[in-house]
Each structure stands twice: as structure tokens, then as C-alpha cells.
């Protein structure tokens, strides 16, 4: 399985990565624009996609695959 992918802040737009990686996978003007990338490349990847405010704090989260969060029982 693949590492989660952010949408992150940086300078005056927005950055998709993935988790731990040094580089930004895309960078878009607008956290909208950023959300679509992200949410595109989660989807083929089936991996979770975390979106961050301007703050740094997860605002959302939306998993594409296996659902860490899932109760089995």
C-alpha cells in the first residue's frame, strides 16, 4: 500500500505530497484546485487523502482504499 497524501499549505498556494516525501507532487494556485489533484491521485492509488488549513491543522480526511479507521467485528 502506498503513502497517504496531503494537501498542504505553501507560500502563497497549495501543495500536494505525500506522506514523508521531501518534494511536493503538485503545487496549485488555489487549495481547490490542490483538493481535485489530490483527491484524483488518492483515488488511483487507494490511499487516504488529508487536507490541511492555512494553519497546518487537518481539516478533513477522506480514504480512498483501506480505512484505517474501519471497525471490524
Known amino acids: 500500500m502506498g503513502s497517504n497524501i496531503h494537501v498542504v499549505p505553501h507560500d502563497e498556494g497549495w501543495d500536494v505530497i505525500h506522506e514523508g516525501a521531501r518534494y511536493a507532487e503538485s503545487h496549485h494556485a488555489t487549495q481547490e484546485e490542490a483538493v481535485a ?3 484524483s491521485q488518492a483515488q488511483r492509488e487507494h490511499v487516504e487523502l488529508l487536507i490541511h488549513g492555512r494553519d497546518g491543522q487537518i481539516r478533513s480526511r477522506n480514504s480512498f482504499g483501506h480505512d484505517p479507521r474501519a471497525v471490524h467485528g
Open 37 to 39: 489533484a489530490g483527491t
